[in-house]
């Protein structure tokens, strides 16, 4: 069993469309994670939840809006798609006790 | 806010030690993790520091040193499977927030 999943795991699309990305834990963690990584690989985290309550929101543009309808699930919806959104998506989930997290496999956007 | 700076590059031949930095600026810390990631592959978790003190866990150990800010990841015994992107990252402000460093990519040669 695959512990977090995401889908897709390849998402090419045209500028102005909208996409949804999809991740789910079955590891019973509190807290999950979007994260961007860009090809230059740095890691910039988006947005946290804690039992479906959203505790960070960096500073990213409204076109992206994450979606908890319970913890095991935080799904990531991305309006009127633009090259610089570009990169790999990764979801992570972290227990209460943060020693670990663990990540999906990733999402690779590529828009065209 | 909170920052963390690494090494982005790092090169080692098998078989020999590299350490690799890091220094984090954040309020609220609870710890220090390190992370390894190859390419087309998601990070996985390598070891966790809240204390200050080594941990050790196999050919790889992780440092902290809270009143200094810092801490290293030091890889033994170097392989070619090692050569990857290595990434620190804090826990802070309670046990729901975690961000990553740019990551240091390690290049071990023959």
């Known amino acids: 069993d695959t512990a977090v999943s995401q889908t897709p795991k390849y998402l090419v699309t045209q500028m102005g469309n909208d996409k949804s990305i999809k991740c789910e834990q079955n590891l019973g963690h509190d807290t999950m994670y979007w994260y961007k990584q860009d090809s230059k690989k740095f890691l910039k985290i988006m947005f946290s939840y804690n039992n479906k309550e959203l505790i960070i929101n960096e500073t990213v543009p409204n076109r992206f809006s994450p979606k908890s309808p319970d913890k095991a699930h935080l799904n990531l919806h991305i309006n009127s798609l633009e090259l610089g959104d570009s990169a790999v998506y990764f979801c992570?989930?972290?227990?209460?006790?943060?020693?670990?997290?663990?990540f999906g496999q990733g999402t690779r956007l590529t828009v065209v | 806010g909170q920052s963390l700076e690494q090494p982005s590059e790092v090169t080692a031949v098998e078989g020999a030690i590299v350490q690799i930095n890091c220094t984090y600026q954040?309020?609220?810390?609870?710890?220090l993790s390190w992370y390894q990631q190859h390419d087309g592959g998601a990070p996985t978790f390598l070891s966790y520091n809240a204390l200050d003190g080594l941990e050790e866990t196999g050919r790889f150990s992780s440092f902290l040193s809270r009143s200094d800010s810092y801490g290293y990841l030091l890889l033994q015994e170097l392989q070619m499977k090692d050569s990857a992107s290595y990434f620190c990252?804090?826990?802070?402000?309670?046990?729901?927030?975690?961000?990553f460093g740019a990551g240091t990519r390690l290049a071990v040669h023959p």
């Open positions: 954040t309020s609220g810390f609870y710890g």
């Open positions: 992570a989930s972290t227990p209460g006790q943060n020693t670990e997290a663990f």
């Open positions: 990252a804090v826990t802070y402000g309670g046990y729901n927030k975690l961000i």
